[in-house]
């Protein structure tokens, strides 16, 4: 359930370790050492800073900065959090090579160790991250791979890729998108985000330690103007079970319709409540109202007609239970043999 600029800070954060230029030694005192600059040029020209526990260190034979210790970049609503920032920088075509302050450009930021992403109402967290400048392209790895925002939660065993430009989100492997205790689960989820309104913030509701106001920082929840990332609409490849409640169902590909809460199930669909099983092509689940509805292909498909198959097993008045099915006796000449 991948985020919308989320992304972007980290190419924000390693501007900031550019702003820190000046030569820092991992030697100095483990204090902790902030830098700030306002980046001119950039959305808004907003001030980015960058602070560490344990310095900001400069490589200039490597061309590499390193922010350790608690690392965070911060650029407007934007947090990056990591044990370890290294940004990647390269020499602006046309600057001079001797100028390392202002004729240079990051292509790479890597975030390494406890990452974690806040951005428009929404977090991200895993053990490592690696953003590619040039193609606006993120990749977060690790163990405990999770995206929430304000009405879903995705988690994934492999990573998630994030595409800044299309703001879209891939989780891959074993991921899982939640939503009130609703699930879609398959190989592969593709979320598809767009913008709202932020939310209001709810009356007495405490900021965080060391934040800034939210009204003086715009895009944050609760200052004028400001923007939630929402999910719009997932697709799900690839082993695909979605349960609502006593429901579930299943198919090769999947497409959820966060707006609407309508799930579309096609190729091999089966949807199951307890031991009533109905079979077909192509199934519409309604997330919101309960009510599915199974047909035996798409309009328009090619192909030979296909049924929908239903099985649905009588309850035993009493106790509610599935009654039980005894197989019929084998007629007595068969016994014989």
């Not at 390193?66 to 609503?77: D, K, L, N, Q, S």
């Not at 709202?196 to 920082?217: C, L």
Request: proline share 7%.
């Amino acid at each position: 359930m991948i985020r919308p600029a989320l992304w972007r800070a980290l190419g924000l954060a390693a501007v900031v370790l550019c702003a820190a230029a000046a030569p820092v030694s991992a030697e100095q005192p483990a204090k902790q050492q902030t830098a700030a600059a306002p980046q001119p040029g950039t959305p808004n020209d907003q001030p980015i800073e960058i602070r560490a526990d344990s310095g900001i260190e400069w490589q200039q034979n490597t061309k590499t900065y390193i922010a350790r210790g608690h690392a965070v970049a911060i650029r407007g609503p934007t947090e990056v959090h990591a044990d370890t920032l290294i940004a990647h920088y390269r020499e602006v075509k046309g600057g001079n090579p001797g100028n390392t302050g202002g004729n240079t450009e990051i292509y790479r930021l890597d975030a390494e160790g406890n990452v974690v992403i806040r951005k428009e109402g929404e977090t991200i967290t895993g053990d490592r991250a690696v953003y590619d400048v040039d193609q606006a392209v993120g990749v977060v790895t690790g163990k405990n791979l999770k995206m929430t925002t304000a009405t879903d939660t995705i988690t994934a065993r492999d990573r998630f890729d994030w595409y800044d430009q299309k703001q879209i989100g891939v989780a891959r492997g074993d991921a899982v998108a939640i939503r009130n205790g609703k699930t879609i689960r398959a190989d592969v989820l593709t979320g598809y985000m767009v913008k709202a309104p932020a939310a209001p913030e709810k009356p007495g509701e405490k900021p965080k330690p060391g934040a800034t106001p939210a009204a003086a920082k715009p895009g944050v929840k609760g200052a004028p103007g400001a923007e939630d990332s929402k999910l719009s609409r997932v697709d799900a490849q690839g082993h695909v079970v979605v349960t609502n409640g006593a429901d579930v169902g299943q198919s090769d590909y999947g497409v959820y319709n966060a707006q609407t809460g309508i799930v579309t199930l096609i190729g091999n669909a089966v949807i199951t409540r307890d031991k009533d099983v109905i079979r077909g092509q192509y199934a519409v689940m309604d997330l919101n109202t309960n009510v599915s509805r199974m047909m035996p292909s798409t309009a328009g498909q090619p192909g030979p007609h296909q049924q929908v198959r239903g099985l649905f097993v009588r309850r035993d008045p009493a106790t509610g239970q599935p009654a039980t099915v005894i197989a019929p006796s084998a007629p007595s000449s068969e016994k014989a043999h």
